[in-house]
């Protein structure tokens, strides 16, 4: 098991992927640098600290949510780590657990460190004032994004191609943009989680990420090995 996970983690943590990942955390810390306005003066950050606040989390938020979403379409649709499983001697569902819990382990490590830049940024300022529920919108966006990573990561095996993450990103930003808080769109909502306006609780999320995950693993079931 542990020689599945060491493999599955080099490959994820390839030339490439590295060079995403550093894009990706490049462009938020200097989006979060400069919302922050920690580079103004003492007296102008306490005569504007609301709407220093209020920019600073909204705007951190949306391209939070965008950029780990992105990033986890895109690691969840890598398929060619398949061929690891002709070299191991294991069966098809813990290879594929393993797989997709390696993927999980990067993306949260993403998400936490944008966390963290997003904190650290903050009390450098006179203005922030953390809020533990903004942790709570961190988190949900994170199993947010391994539900649409599960999505992306079948949406792959069955056009055989990495790329599947561009299609199922772009169907994200639609929906995000177009759902409506309707019945429709509640029901919309439970297999694609992206209302706002939604109550939707963790645990309920649990139907998707369970959903996509055995859909994902009869795919896999059926994928060629190359």
Request: aromatic share 20%.
């Amino acid at each position: 098991m542990l020689r599945v996970i060491i493999l599955n983690l080099r490959y994820l943590f390839s030339k490439n992927n590295l060079v995403v990942l550093g894009l990706i955390l490049s462009v938020y810390t200097l989006l979060v640098a400069y919302e922050s306005r920690f580079y103004l003066s003492l007296d102008e950050q306490i005569l504007n600290s609301s709407s220093y606040q209020s920019e600073y989390n909204y705007i951190i938020m949306v391209v939070y949510q965008l950029l780990l979403m992105l990033f986890s379409c895109y690691i969840f649709s890598l398929i060619k780590n398949d061929s690891f499983y002709v070299l191991i001697k294991t069966t098809k569902l813990k290879f594929y657990f393993i797989k997709i819990l390696s993927n999980i382990l990067i993306v949260l490590i993403l998400a936490c460190s944008m966390f963290s830049l997003y904190f650290i940024f903050g009390m450098f300022t006179s203005w922030f004032k953390f809020d533990l529920s903004f942790i709570r919108l961190f988190l949900k966006v994170f199993i947010q994004s391994i539900v649409f990573g599960l999505i992306s990561n079948n949406i792959s095996y069955l056009l055989k191609t990495n790329f599947g993450f561009i299609f199922v990103f772009l169907v994200y930003i639609v929906l995000e943009n177009t759902l409506k808080a309707n019945i429709l769109g509640q029901l919309i909502n439970v297999v694609f989680p992206v209302l706002k306006e939604s109550n939707l609780m963790f645990f309920e999320l649990i139907i998707p990420i369970n959903l996509y995950f055995f859909t994902g693993f009869c795919l896999f079931k059926r994928h060629e090995i190359y």
